[in-house]
């Protein structure tokens, strides 16, 4: 893993284990720290990527010691759950609300949402014309937008993005980078991406790669 040394880690990982029942290990006795910026979670399809985002979410039981923005997991889980934006567009939580009640779900109690970086990330994912319609009646990379527009706008100090781009079309993609690139300029977020392919369209704080060391 390559970070900047000079950074106040945002996300610490302290002996981390996690395995699948009759799997090997995708971590044992991880340790990292992940700082502002983007972090790459690089690895082939299989390695591990989702299942190690959804252990930092705290939706994946694991060992060890998970702490965003000094806040621990095992100590105070709803807190913790606070500081974190995970995008999950695969679940069927919100598939009989509105793009717009999904939204307002997704961000409700986060007190560093930015509603004017919401509706530029809208307009950039093209999702006006999908914002009332139920999530249920949209496809699986305008559900992603929906998510990615909040997460992307929210004060939350850690967002966790599994392969971003999936589904995503030409211009909502420039729009991510864009997004992304702007997030990597700031110095109260971490942002971690997993995914299968290299980027190189966005400044990296770090990469972390699969398997695990």
């Not at 591990?48 to 100590?75: E, H």
């Not at 567009?89 to 509603?115: H, K, S, W």
């Not at 139920?134 to 929906?146: C, E, I, P, Y």
């Amino acid at each position: 893993m390559n970070q900047n040394p000079s950074s106040s880690p945002i996300l610490q990982l302290e002996n981390i284990g996690f395995a699948y029942p009759d799997q090997p290990a995708i971590a044992s006795g991880w340790n990292a720290a992940v700082g502002p910026g983007v972090t790459l979670l690089y690895g082939d399809t299989g390695a591990g990527k989702s299942a190690l985002l959804q252990v930092i979410a705290g939706t994946l039981p694991a060992t060890g010691r998970l702490t965003v923005a000094g806040t621990r997991l095992d100590a105070s889980p709803k807190a913790y759950a606070r500081h974190v934006f995970f995008v999950d567009p695969v679940t069927d939580r919100f598939d009989q609300l509105t793009a717009r009640e999904c939204t307002r779900q997704l961000t409700e109690g986060d007190t560093g949402f930015d509603p004017a970086a919401w509706q530029a990330l809208a307009d950039g994912f093209s999702l006006a014309p999908h914002l009332d319609k139920q999530m249920f009646m949209l496809s699986t990379g305008s559900r992603r937008k929906v998510w990615m527009a909040a997460g992307l706008a929210s004060g939350r100090p850690l967002l966790l993005l599994d392969e971003p781009t999936a589904g995503l079309d030409a211009g909502s993609t420039r729009c991510l980078w864009q997004a992304l690139t702007a997030l990597a300029a700031q110095a109260r977020r971490a942002v971690l991406v997993a995914s299968a392919a290299q980027i190189d369209t966005v400044p990296l704080a770090a990469t972390i790669a699969l398997p695990l060391d």
